[in-house]
């Protein structure tokens, strides 16, 4: 059975840090690209980083470029998002998606085929 399953949300003041986590299991191959995406209220879903798996390719939103870190620990099937510097405009609820099929890193919500739950992050100022 196929899961993807974020962790690692929460509340924290303006200037602190997070890590999500994503476990993604029961893919028949390891060859995955992995997206956060999130999204606040009253607005569009958006992406923040990818990783690949297959290029080691990874991309992040300029919103997040030098704040946000994305990483992989194969042997857990995790990818981790760290989090610094955080914002009261990162408050939003993230997703990680995942793609077995091109396995490439995209920003794109239309590549990928498997979401977890989400997870709530909130940044006080």
């Known amino acids: 059975e196929v899961q993807v399953v974020e962790s690692g949300g929460g509340l924290v003041q303006a200037g602190g840090s997070l890590r999500l986590s994503c476990a993604a299991s029961g893919f028949s191959s390891d060859d995955l690209g992995i997206g956060w995406f999130r999204q606040a209220p009253g607005k569009e879903r958006e992406g923040v980083s990818c990783?690949?798996?297959?290029?080691?390719?990874?991309y992040y939103a300029d919103s997040v470029k030098g704040r946000f870190t994305i990483s992989s620990d194969n042997a857990k099937n995790t990818v981790y998002l760290q989090m610094n510097n955080l914002k009261p405009e990162d408050t939003a609820v993230y997703y990680c998606a995942v793609d077995p099929i091109s396995a490439y890193c995209s920003l794109s919500f239309y590549e990928y085929n498997y979401w977890g739950q989400g997870t709530q992050v909130t940044v006080s100022s």
């Open positions: 990783l690949s798996s297959r290029t080691g390719h990874t």
